[in-house]
């Protein structure tokens, strides 16, 4: 997909993002030390496997952080010049839902069983914005035929149970973009869903995406869905970043061995990108350690074939390695090379 | 070629729904509608569709977990589909399964030792010390070591546990192990590694896998031949190689097209389907695909199509390609 336009001016600026859990087992560090931007009208994604941030990144910009055990313990969240983290209670619920807002992965269990589906996108527009009744309903509708729900009046009077997964999606899609946000999170939105249904949510994510220019951060575990949508990514491991670069970059040539292990460890259609069939797939020795128990140094190091002493002893700093093109790696000159070899 | 290993002809698996004070039936769910396939030995058949296609189901149905309704299920050329739960039994050895959930599918309080170790007892063909070194061995030929048959399955990874689960799988050294969805529930890197282990596991021992996924890529990686289904039939059954690059059935080729490809520089037209699949208890008449195919003709809405072989070996069941001839769409 081409480059939506975008106007290149920041809209969202996450600094020294940290978030704590507090545990008998110690503190679990799931987001450590992260900073990004995010432009008007662009799309981000944010990659890594379970436990390695991502969701928690999201909800720690939503300020939906379980409080206790959780705390977001330092950094600030700057949406249009205003830090989110220092709002009171109130005031950030006027923004959630209203100017930065999000889709989770679960349909069913993020609609309300017993509230019509018209009832719930309602319900946004009544909480924001003070509309007349009769206004709420028509940009009800309005919004259900958006998101392609075919004959939207009959739709809205129904509930979550009479839709499909897909169609629950759209109508969770309607109610995260009825106020016109100007951030939009989608965690994993498509991968509750069967391949072709996939295809028809990333669509028309990208269509509202180009008609109302809101900025979309897409956290997802799956590369295929990222080469599609996305113009910058982010890779994340055991709660940090570790790359960030445009996705052609990221895809050409990852400065990181994990990202460098992620784009190998996939199977992909060979008979579609004409790449040889492998007999093995790459893998990647161990599996991610645990967050309350992080190794000194860099926490992909016991996994890492490039590892050495410097390694294990000091976490390399995130660093500029080309233009645009970011890692936190001590070798990344060792990782020169096809990546689709 | 020999006797293949699983012979499945006709399966079908209709759940009666009941209603009203007498519980009488007022419709089916048409789960699995007469599907036929062969596994041969050392192979791996792919069986992918969305959810609700049936594909679970028919691994239940081979499994006999479930009762089919009618059709023949030949393991090593015995007929099993009818077979009562003793006659059953020697059978049940020759055939193992993996589930996609390895959370759900062990039991927590039992040391992993001892799960693996069940089939061998329920059985009687190991106790005591060599029940112990079976065990061992079964550890090390799924990548886990034999010191950790005395810990618990919530002290595993995601990963390990399907370890497990295939350890497990192999105690009785089967011919045939179905899986269901046995690697969507792991992390890509996790998945991998699954993956080569089942490759390995198949070269060495000549394994028989009936490989149920819903990622194409996946499927592509794993098997040998591949059959899609589409609410409870097959509409295309092909090898691999034929399948991905040419396909021949509308749906097999929307499937496909909806793959996202991990690789930006790839820009490819997508053919997306509209509408979702239609319910199984009232299947569309004709063609069930025709609902949502682009190519659909006044004869889909009527006319079941069959299975036919367009090719060696190449089956598909569409009305765009008759008399095992392509005809121009």
Not at chain 1, 119 to 133: A, C, F, S, V
Not at chain 1, 308 to 322: I, L, N, S
Not at chain 2, 204 to 231: G, N, Q
């Amino acid at each position: 997909m081409s480059a939506a336009p975008t106007t290149g001016e920041t809209i969202l600026d996450v600094a020294g993002l940290k978030t704590y859990f507090y545990t008998r087992a110690g503190i679990v560090r799931a987001v450590e030390d992260l900073s990004f931007t995010l432009k008007r009208g662009e799309t981000l994604a944010i990659v890594g496997e379970s436990g390695c941030g991502k969701s928690m990144t999201a909800l720690s910009l939503m300020r939906l952080i379980p409080e206790p055990p959780g705390r977001i313990a330092a950094g600030s969240v700057v949406l249009e010049g205003r830090d989110l983290l220092k709002l009171d209670e109130e005031s950030m619920r006027q923004v959630r839902g209203n100017e930065i807002s999000m889709i989770f992965q679960e349909p069913m269990t993020s609609l309300n069983p017993v509230l019509t589906v018209g009832n719930q996108i309602g319900e946004t527009l009544r909480l924001h914005q003070r509309l007349p009744e009769a206004q709420i309903k028509a940009r009800t509708i309005e919004m259900l035929r958006l998101v392609g729900i075919p004959e939207p009046e009959q739709r809205a009077r129904e509930y979550p149970h009479q839709l499909s997964g897909g169609m629950r999606q759209r109508v969770m899609i309607a109610i995260a973009l009825a106020c016109n946000p100007k951030v939009l999170i989608a965690d994993e939105p498509t991968t509750a869903l069967d391949v072709t249904i996939q295809a028809q949510i990333i669509n028309l994510m990208i269509d509202l995406q180009r008609e109302l220019g809101t900025a979309l951060i897409l956290i997802t575990h799956d590369l295929g869905v990222v080469a599609e949508t996305a113009q910058r990514v982010i890779v994340m491991y055991a709660g940090r970043k570790v790359e960030q670069a445009s996705v052609e970059a990221i895809f050409d040539r990852p400065m990181h061995p994990y990202t460098r292990g992620l784009l190998d460890s996939v199977p992909h259609l060979t008979s579609i990108s004409g790449d040889e069939a492998p007999e093995h797939l790459n893998e990647i020795p161990g599996m991610v350690p645990a967050l309350s128990n992080l190794p000194q140094g860099c926490a992909f190091a016991p996994r890492c074939k490039f590892a050495d002493d410097q390694c294990t002893a000091q976490y390399p700093p995130f660093e500029r390695k080309g233009d645009g093109h970011w890692a936190a790696c001590w070798h990344s000159d060792r990782l020169g090379g096809d990546s689709n070899a | 070629m020999p006797d293949p290993v699983l012979e499945v002809t006709d399966l079908k698996k209709h759940y009666p729904i009941k209603k009203g004070l007498l519980r009488r039936t007022v419709g089916n769910v048409y789960a699995v509608d007469g599907i036929t396939f062969s596994v041969a030995e050392g192979e791996t058949l792919g069986l992918v569709g969305e959810s609700g296609c049936g594909k679970s189901t028919a691994a239940r149905a081979v499994m006999r977990l479930v009762e089919p309704t009618s059709g023949s299920i030949k393991l090593e050329g015995q007929e099993i589909a009818h077979l009562g739960k003793k006659e059953m039994r020697p059978f049940r050895r020759q055939m193992q399964i993996v589930f996609q959930d390895p959370f759900a599918s062990l039991d927590p309080r039992m040391t992993v030792g001892d799960i693996v170790g069940e089939p061998l007892q329920v059985h009687g063909i190991a106790r005591a010390s060599e029940l112990a070194d079976r065990v061992a061995g079964l550890f090390t030929q799924v990548g886990l070591r034999a010191e950790q048959m005395k810990l618990f399955p919530h002290q595993f990874s995601g990963g390990q546990r399907q370890r497990i689960c295939i350890a497990r799988a192999l105690a009785l050294n089967p011919k045939l192990i179905v899986g269901d969805e046995p690697v969507s529930a792991l992390d890509v890197s996790i998945q991998a590694q699954v993956i080569n282990l089942l490759v390995d596991l198949q070269q060495e021992k000549k394994l028989s896998y009936l490989f149920i996924a819903h990622d194409l890529a996946v499927v592509e990686h794993i098997s040998h031949r591949v059959a899609v289904m589409y609410l409870g039939k097959i509409v295309e059954y092909a090898d691999k190689k034929t399948l991905f690059s040419h396909p021949l059935h509308p749906y097999t080729e929307a499937l496909l097209s909806a793959v996202p490809i991990p690789n930006p520089k790839i820009k490819r037209k997508k053919q997306i389907l509209v509408g979702d699949v239609p319910s199984p208890v009232n299947p569309p008449p004709g063609c069930s695909f025709h609902t949502r195919c682009p190519h659909a003709m006044p004869r889909c809405r009527s006319e079941v199509p069959q299975l036919q072989e367009m090719s060696t070996g190449n089956w598909v069941a569409c009305h765009l390609h008759q008399g095992g001839k392509a005809v121009a769409a």
